[in-house]
């Protein structure tokens, strides 16, 4: 059974950096993207960040300039750079993957960012 571990989570302060990785355990196949999602308490589960097989990125506009995701194909996984951390950036982030056969949620991973 396919599963996505993410790692990287934890506290920052704002204006600081953190970087998220999602791997993926077990065997994947034609994988379409990989991504990330966050949702803040009492909020949606929004999109951040998403690259596609064939490298093409999207970024939600409030992370634009300051969150870089990049993939590592050969082994299935995903990162996620974040720099100029904001108070607002503070939510669950979850690791996605999208394939030909399924899509795959991680647990998600906890981003607090203080003041």
């Known amino acids: 059974q396919v599963r996505l571990v993410e790692s990287g989570g934890g506290l920052a302060q704002a204006g600081g950096s953190l970087r998220l990785s999602c791997a993926c355990s077990g065997n994947i196949f034609s994988i379409i993207s990989m991504g990330w999602y966050r949702q803040a308490p009492g909020k949606q589960r929004e999109l951040v960040a998403i690259i596609t097989s064939g490298g093409r990125t999207n970024y939600a506009d409030s992370v634009k300039g300051r969150f870089t995701i990049s993939r590592d194909s050969v082994n299935d996984a995903v990162e996620l750079q974040m720099n100029s951390l904001k108070v607002e950036d503070t939510a669950v982030y979850f690791c996605?993957?999208?394939?030909?056969?399924?899509?795959?949620w991680g647990l998600g991973t906890q981003v607090t960012v203080s003041s």
């Open positions: 996605y993957t999208l394939t030909s056969q399924q899509s795959l």
